[in-house]
């Protein structure tokens, strides 16, 4: 499946023949491209699997989609760094989309914290390239979403997932992401479990549930 331009893990399809939904897997800030693929075994096994390395290398180790700052009054994010890091991946995943065997019409993106950021920014800014994003302990801020019209959003699908007991991203952000999200025209499905900056067995439950209605639709 050639895709250039960022580092990735791939798990075929179950069946070989056809063309094949698309998942694609986005690590949070010091994580890298295995982490999330552990989660593949438990997802629907009609998904073609990718997990993709963030760009930017940590001295502590791991990788990121762009700098965070931890300050007393909240996360400071590096926002220019964050839209270099989504043009990069928009390009890549065009690129991954185009290739023989995958489904366009049924191209999911899954991101944890950082990742998730990522994963809905690119599917706001490139909805013809998405289907449905599964939002797991994120942070949505006004800067992510596209001005204009933004008619084209009507189709996306979001699932959105935050911890209750989340030291990193306190719920009262997460229901601050919500509002904000709920100001467009995608077609929103918010949860929130007892957990904390976490996927629990729970909330890998609602997402393979929505995945795999999501192949449905």
Do not use: N
Not at 82 to 102: F, H, I, Y
């Amino acid at each position: 499946m050639p895709a250039p331009g960022l580092y990735h893990l791939s798990r075929p399809a179950a069946q070989a023949e056809g063309d094949h939904p698309l998942l694609v897997l986005l690590h949070g800030y010091g994580s890298d491209e295995r982490d999330l693929m552990g989660l593949a075994p438990y997802l629907d096994p009609r998904f073609q699997v990718v997990s993709v390395r963030a760009p930017q290398a940590l001295e502590m180790g791991g990788y990121a989609w762009f700098a965070v700052q931890f300050t007393p009054v909240g996360l400071v994010l590096d926002q220019a760094q964050a839209q270099e890091s989504r043009q990069q991946l928009e390009a890549w995943l065009e690129a991954l989309v185009a290739a023989p065997g995958v489904d366009r019409s049924r191209v999911f993106l899954l991101g944890f914290s950082q990742g998730a950021g990522m994963a809905l920014g690119v599917a706001l800014h490139r909805p013809d390239l998405v289907t449905g994003v599964a939002f797991l302990s994120g942070l949505v801020v006004p800067q992510m979403i596209p001005t204009g019209d933004l008619k084209q959003l009507s189709a996306l699908s979001v699932l959105m997932v935050h911890g209750r007991q989340d030291p990193l991203i306190p719920i009262a952000q997460g229901r601050i992401s919500r509002v904000l999200l709920e100001q467009l025209p995608v077609r929103l499905r918010y949860q929130e479990y007892e957990m904390g900056h976490e996927i629990s067995e729970a909330c890998l439950e609602e997402v393979r549930g929505w995945l795999t209605e999501g192949l449905t639709r």
